[in-house]
């Protein structure tokens, strides 16, 4: 590597690698259950006008009882590993972003090794919605040092596990999924261009799930009190997120030397459609160049861009050469954003 040359935030830096680090292919897996705004008009005091207004959110997926995060982690895996045509043999690491794995240990990466019949490392991140950012970005790390040549990155999450189905704050807003990316070697000036990552452990009391840490384990009490869901301050939560997704995304941008008008997609977290159009005019990117799919699967969390990213692909908003920006926020609080040269 060479000298750093650009800040990335307080106590982070990036610098002008040997090589870079792209993404050869991308796939998703969904469950095929679909709730509907109508379906919980029948189980919380909401109408279908109600949500679609405040969210866009239409409908999402709902995982059967029987299937785990590993379940849909492994369906992407595999068909990404498929469609970049490399071999469980030929990863050199897995990283997992989940805030629903399988068990608190071991990492729901090394279950997902096994299952693909892999021999490298693996290890699970959690930074809540920003995960599969946060992983993305990692992965380049240890490919642009060289340590490196091939990484899978999974963003999944079933959150419908932890969430209130008696509370209509935040049982309209979750779906499950998962996708998956991977990762390989490219020339310098291909693949990642830059990226911006950041926290705020102060907002962490506004977005999480009280019960099920060192703090306060689960305990019947625990349960019967519902410590166990989200618990989320919506109002505030929104208005970070209004905020952070723009000005994450245009920092990214500035480190390429690029703006708003060099885009030729942008696929933000898919939480809610205000905040995707809050973010949009910030950038001043026109709407034809944002991907949406919240409608159809409302907040799937650390799976929510990957799976974007597989079906604008699909649509052709992403392309060979295309630049894209993805960008998120989540629970901690977390943000970031890159920009991909696809």
Same mark, same amino acid.
């Given at each position: 590597?060479?000298?750093?040359?650009?800040?990335?935030?307080?106590?982070?830096?990036?610098?002008?690698?040997?090589?870079?680090?792209? #993404?050869?292919?991308?796939?998703?897996?969904?469950?095929?259950?679909?709730?509907?705004?109508?379906?919980?008009?029948?189980?919380?005091?909401?109408?279908?006008?109600? /949500?679609?207004?405040?969210?866009? /959110?239409?409908?999402?997926?709902?995982?059967?009882?029987?299937?785990?995060?590993?379940?849909? +982690?492994?369906?992407?895996?595999?068909?990404?590993? $498929?469609?970049?045509?490399?071999?469980?043999?030929?990863?050199?690491?897995?990283?997992? =972003?989940?805030?629903?794995?399988?068990?608190?240990?071991?990492?729901?990466?090394?279950?997902?090794?096994?299952?693909?019949?892999?021999?490298?490392?693996?290890?699970?991140?959690? =930074?809540?919605?920003?995960?599969?950012?946060?992983?993305?970005?990692?992965?380049?790390?240890? /490919?642009?040092?060289?340590?490196? %040549?091939?990484?899978?990155?999974?963003?999944?999450?079933?959150?419908?596990?932890?969430?209130?189905? *008696?509370?209509?704050?935040?049982? #309209?807003?979750?779906?499950?999924? $998962?996708? +998956? =990316?991977?990762?390989?070697?490219?020339?310098?000036?291909?693949?990642?261009?830059?990226?911006?990552?950041?926290?705020?452990?102060? &907002?962490?009391?506004?977005?999480? #799930?009280?019960?099920? &840490?060192?703090?306060?384990?689960?305990? $019947?009490? +625990?349960?019967?009190?519902? *410590?166990?869901?989200?618990?989320?301050?919506?109002?505030?939560?929104?208005?970070?997120?209004?905020? !952070?997704?723009?000005?994450? =995304?245009?920092?990214?941008?500035?480190?390429?030397?690029?703006? &708003?008008?060099?885009?030729?997609?942008?696929?933000?977290?898919?939480?809610?459609?205000? !905040?995707?159009?809050?973010?949009?005019?910030?950038?001043?990117?026109?709407?034809?160049?944002?991907?949406?799919?919240?409608?159809?699967?409302?907040?799937?969390?650390?799976?929510? !861009?990957?799976?974007?990213?597989?079906?604008?692909? %699909?649509?052709?908003? #992403?392309?060979?050469?295309?630049?894209?920006?993805?960008? &998120?926020?989540?629970?901690?609080?977390?943000?970031?954003?890159?920009?991909?040269?696809?």
């Amino acid at each position: 590597m060479s000298e750093v040359t650009q800040p990335n935030g307080p106590g982070v830096t990036q610098v002008q690698c040997v090589r870079g680090a792209r #993404v050869a292919s991308v796939a998703s897996a969904v469950p095929a259950q679909i709730v509907t705004n109508q379906d919980l008009e029948k189980r919380v005091d909401t109408t279908d006008q109600w /949500i679609r207004e405040r969210t866009g /959110i239409e409908e999402r997926r709902i995982a059967p009882p029987e299937f785990s995060a590993i379940d849909f +982690a492994h369906e992407a895996a595999e068909k990404a590993l $498929a469609r970049a045509q490399v071999s469980a043999d030929q990863l050199d690491l897995i990283v997992v =972003a989940t805030l629903t794995p399988d068990h608190p240990f071991p990492a729901t990466a090394c279950l997902l090794q096994n299952k693909l019949g892999a021999k490298c490392g693996a290890f699970d991140l959690e =930074a809540g919605c920003t995960g599969f950012i946060y992983a993305l970005t990692t992965a380049a790390q240890f /490919i642009q040092s060289g340590g490196c %040549d091939t990484v899978l990155v999974v963003g999944v999450d079933l959150l419908s596990r932890i969430t209130d189905w *008696k509370d209509r704050t935040t049982c #309209v807003l979750f779906g499950d999924g $998962a996708g +998956a =990316a991977v990762m390989t070697a490219c020339e310098p000036g291909d693949g990642l261009l830059a990226w911006d990552l950041g926290s705020d452990g102060a &907002g962490g009391p506004l977005l999480m #799930v009280p019960a099920g &840490g060192s703090k306060l384990p689960i305990t $019947a009490e +625990a349960v019967a009190e519902g *410590k166990h869901y989200i618990a989320m301050n919506g109002r505030e939560v929104f208005k970070f997120a209004v905020r !952070i997704q723009g000005e994450s =995304a245009e920092r990214a941008l500035s480190r390429c030397g690029l703006t &708003g008008a060099d885009v030729d997609c942008f696929v933000p977290h898919q939480a809610n459609l205000r !905040i995707i159009d809050a973010a949009m005019k910030r950038l001043s990117i026109p709407r034809e160049k944002v991907y949406v799919n919240v409608q159809r699967y409302g907040n799937t969390s650390g799976a929510s !861009i990957p799976i974007a990213l597989d079906e604008a692909q %699909d649509e052709g908003f #992403v392309f060979p050469g295309a630049t894209v920006v993805c960008c &998120g926020f989540g629970a901690g609080l977390t943000w970031g954003s890159c920009v991909l040269r696809w």
